[in-house]
């Protein structure tokens, strides 16, 4: 049991330090640009999730707008 709980934890701990790798690594690259349109990750989780939310419905429109005059006209053959 305490070598499963072991794994367990070192698991939870190994995530979370790639996070911070990553965040480390987006900060440099974000310093590196002189022009960051994006906010820096101190402000509450609710801005973020809502500004990912928005560009997923954007990016959810345009698929569905893509492949819709296909479907429609794979549609169009169909039936005759």
């Not at 070598?3 to 996070?19: A, D, G, V």
């Not at 987006?26 to 310093?31: C, E, I, W």
């Not at 419905?57 to 492949?67: M, S, Y």
């Amino acid at each position: 049991i305490d070598y499963f709980i072991e794994r367990q934890r070192s698991k939870l701990n190994k995530e979370p330090n790639r996070q911070q790798v990553n965040r480390q690594q987006t900060n440099r690259q974000r310093l590196a640009a002189p022009p960051p349109p994006l906010p820096p990750p101190r402000q509450p989780p609710t801005l973020p999730s809502t500004n990912l939310d928005d560009r997923l419905d954007f990016k959810v429109a345009r698929i569905l707008n893509e492949p819709s005059p296909r479907n429609q006209s794979q549609q169009t053959y169909i039936p005759p």
